[in-house]
């Protein structure tokens, strides 16, 4: 049976949700109303509050309990929690507000409103991070186990054996395997958990072993077989996964669709496919954008200065590349080298000890400073801060047909810096390397994960020993 212990976690989680709210109440009572560090006027008695502050805790809980909130995540990583946080405690803030405005409590404060919402949301993060990190290091000492069962010992099976080897924070067990064709492992194999028996033995292995979830890591000709598995499980009460036999051509996380009443697999789910996810990376690059030309204009003026002082052409470069849905767009880089023919520019890679580069053109892309005209393709809409970079047409039809899947970085706009430009993936390093990086990117995107980008990017430097 499924244990019943992850019931009682749920219930513990929603009771120091519910406990936490009551303590940020009051240390935000404190903090508006007594500390005498913020301006107030006279407050509503604190009897009021609290009564509002019960009621936000039940529709935390509430909220809670119908988004998920409570179940187990060990497999899912702390970035989705916290999103799931932040959304949880500001819809439940919003529902209090019309409350509030129904029962006509008008003279709540709204700055304490505010301030009790940021209040909750630190709090609840932090105690979850902890609770995460120390679960975590638990696992990895062997406690707070799961057990598997993998049905399959072929390529899939043992894969999944194998990965999950190197991930002991998540803290699952493979008890052994069940499979039709083998009674034990071949050679090189021996060290992994036994086969125990064939498929026809999965209901007698269950009711002998304690048993959390089956993986099903059977081959397509045993789709035949599934119906039977599952009802199986389910009637042992132990959940079913399944590893589907073309799992290479899926997305890390692959998104279930409905179309005309029937369940689809979206082979390439992306997030920024979502309206409010565009809406909100474009507002971010704007505004991002906006800042980084205003404060770096003095460095702007002296750059122009430079390239004029040193080199006779224009101080703009402008070079077609290939972005968003495959459209092509001019990118604009302050001018590293003498001015030569477009066809020569868009058809040449820059070598160590190109002779075209001027002395004042090989420091501003050694750090990169050549690159800062690309925040004005951002406000245009060609590129956004943070995505794959863009390439020339030229390139783009020679590397489409000798890598596999590079023309998937075009379902988004390319970025000023990446996932892979982060960790050192520039200039003269491998193509292949980087589109894994790129598609990793495009299908984990997160508001976070672009913040994290832009640090990393910043704390690792803008010197590049790869950029000729």
Known sequence: MIRRSQGFLSQIYALTDFVCIQVVFLFSWW???RSGWIPYENPLPIEN???WSVVYACLVVGIGYLSNFYTPKRKKRFSYELFTIV?????SLLILLSLLFIFKELDVSRSYLLLFLVNNILLVSFYRYILKSSLKRLRERGFNKQFLLILGAGTL????YQNLQQHPELGYEVVGFLDDFQQ???AGFESYKPILGRIEDLEQILSSFLIDEVIIALPLNAHKKYGQIINICEKAGVKTLIIPDYFDYLPSRPYFDNFAGMPLINVRDIPLDEFQNRFFKRVFDITFALAAIIMTSPLLILIAIGIK???PGPVIFKQERVGLNRRNFMMYKFRSMRVQSEASSDTKWTTEDDPRKTKFGAFLRKTSLDELPQFFNVLFGHMSVVGPRPERPYFVEQ???EIPKYMV???IRPGITGWAQSNGLRGDTSIEDRIKYDIFYIENWTFLFDIKIIWKTIINGFINKNAY
């Open 31 to 33: 903090l508006k109303f």
């Open 49 to 51: 509050y609290a009564l």
């Open 87 to 91: 959304q949880v405690y500001t819809i």
């Open 157 to 160: 099976g043992k894969n999944f």
């Open 184 to 186: 034990k492992h071949e």
């Open 309 to 311: 002082l040193t080199s």
């Open 399 to 401: 590397f489409k047909e």
């Open 409 to 411: 970085k075009h379902h």
